[in-house]
C-alpha cells in the first residue's frame, strides 16, 4: 500500500488549498479528483458564470451607452460565447493542475472511498495516510415535483447557453445562483420570471439591500416574486405549466415556461464516501460536522468547504482547506474568520458581518449609516448610479458590525470592509480613512461618516 502523510479527496477550491498548504509544510500528500481539477466553482460555478455574467453585462452596458453617444448594435454569438466561457475553465484548471504538480502533489483521478481512518481505496487501489481531508463538495439539491432533466434544469446545464436560450424561462430560488443566472438569460433576451419562498430575495436576510437589487432586476424586466413556491408542473403543447402557490399555501395559479431552472440549494456530496462504517458523525442536513480545526468525529480525519456545511461559498472552502491542512501537519489552526458574500450581478449584492436585525438581536445598540451611489461622483460618471452602502455599527463603543452594499464593484469594496471588522476598527476608523476621489470606495467612508451625522456630500437627518 502506498502511504503518504496527507490524502486530500476532492480538489475544488477547499481540497486544493488544503493539498498545496500541506505540501508547502513539508507534508507528502496525494490528492484524490473523480472529475475535473478544480472542482464545482472553476468547472461549473463561480468560474463559468461570471463570465457568461460579464458577457451579458458587456451587452448591457452598449444599450446603457447610448445614453452618452456610443451606438451599436450588439449581436450575441453564443457559440463563440460559449467556448470562451469553456476556455477561462481550461486556462484556471490548468492552473491549479499545475500548481498541485509545481507542489508536488500527487494526483489520482478516481471516486475515494473511506476503508479506515488512515485508508482510502481508489479504482481498487489502497492508499494510506496519517491524516485525511474530505473535501468531496456538493451538488445541486433536486426539488419535489421538478425532477432534473431536459426541461428542468440544474446550474451546470443553465451554463450551456450555446444550446440555445428558452423564450420563457422559471427560475426556482433567489439566492446567489437562481439571481446570476437569471440575469443571464434575460440579458441575453429570455423572459424571465424567478421566484422565491421567502419574503424577500437573498436570504442572508438584509432586507433593504436585498429590496434595492430587486428593484434594479425588475427595472430590466426581470419578473421576481417572493413568498412564492412552486408545486408542480405538467408539459402541454404550448409549454411547461408550473403551478404556483403563496408560500403559506391558497390559491393556485400557472404559469406557463419553455424551462425551469431549480436553483433551490446543494446538498453535500457523502455519498459512498464510506463515511458511516468510520462513525463519521453527519449534522441533521447531512453535512460532516466539524469543529473549529475542521476535525471530525474521528480524529485525524478532516472536512472542508461545502461537505461541511454553509456558507457554500469558494473562499470560505478555500480557508478551512488551509486550516486543516495546517492542523494535519502538526499546527494549531483554528477557523474564525468573517466571511463576505457576494452576489455577481449587475449591480452587484455584497456583505459581511452582523446585519442590523442580528446585531439587535445579539444586544447591541445598533446605529447604521447609509450612503446612496446617487451622491457618488464615481458612479455618476460610470453611467449608473444606482446603490446604496450600509454601515451597521455599535453605538455604545462604534464598533463596526456590519457593511452592506449594493451597486457596481460591491464584490470589490466589501473587502475593505472584511479587512476592517478583521482589524476590530471603529465605524470612525473607516470615517478617517482617506479614500481615492472619485471612487466608488469613498462610499464606504461616507456612509461611516454619515453614521455619525457627518458625511459631506449627503445632508444628514
Ligand atoms: C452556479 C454556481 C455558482 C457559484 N458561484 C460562486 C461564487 O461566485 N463565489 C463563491 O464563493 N462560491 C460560488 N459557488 C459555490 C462554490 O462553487 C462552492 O462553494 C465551492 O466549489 C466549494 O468548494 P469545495 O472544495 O468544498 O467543493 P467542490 O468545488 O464541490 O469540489 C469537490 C470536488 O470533489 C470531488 N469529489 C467528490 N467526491 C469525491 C470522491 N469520493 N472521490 C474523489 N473526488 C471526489 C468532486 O468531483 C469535486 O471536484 C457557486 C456554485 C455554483 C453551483
Known sequence: MKTYDLIVIGTGPGGYHAAIRGAQLGLRVLAVEAAEVGGVCLNVGCIPTKALLHAAETLHHLKVA????????PEVDLDR????????????????????KGNKVELVRGFARLTGPKEVEVNGERYGAKSLILATGSEPAPLPGFPFGEEVWDSTRALRVEEG????LLVIGGGAVGLEFGQ???RLGSEVTLIEYMPEILPAGEGETAALLRKALEKEGLRVRTGTKAT??????????????????GEEETLVVDRILVAVGRRPRTQGLGLEALGIALDERGFVRVNGRMETSVPGVYAIGDVAGPPLLAHKAMKEGIVAAENAAGKNAFFDYQIPSVVYTSPEW??????EEAAKRAGYKV????????ASGRALTLGGAEGLIKVVGDEESDLLLGVFIVGPQAGELIAEATLALEMGATVADLALTVHAHPTLSEGLMEA???????AVHILNR
Open 66 to 73: 447610448e445614453g452618452f453617444g456610443v451606438k451599436a448594435k
Open 81 to 100: 460565447l460559449g467556448g470562451w466561457r469553456e476556455s477561462v475553465v481550461k486556462r484556471l484548471t490548468g492552473g491549479v493542475a499545475g500548481l498541485l
Open 165 to 168: 436560450l428558452p423564450k420563457r
Open 184 to 186: 443571464i438569460y434575460r
Open 232 to 249: 408542480g408542473y405538467e408539459r402541454r403543447a404550448d409549454g411547461l405549466h408550473v403551478r404556483l402557490q403563496p408560500a403559506q399555501g
Open 350 to 355: 455584497a456583505g459581511v458581518g452582523l446585519t
Open 367 to 374: 446605529k447604521v449609516g447609509r450612503f446612496p451611489l446617487s
Open 448 to 454: 461611516a461618516e454619515a453614521l455619525h451625522k457627518q
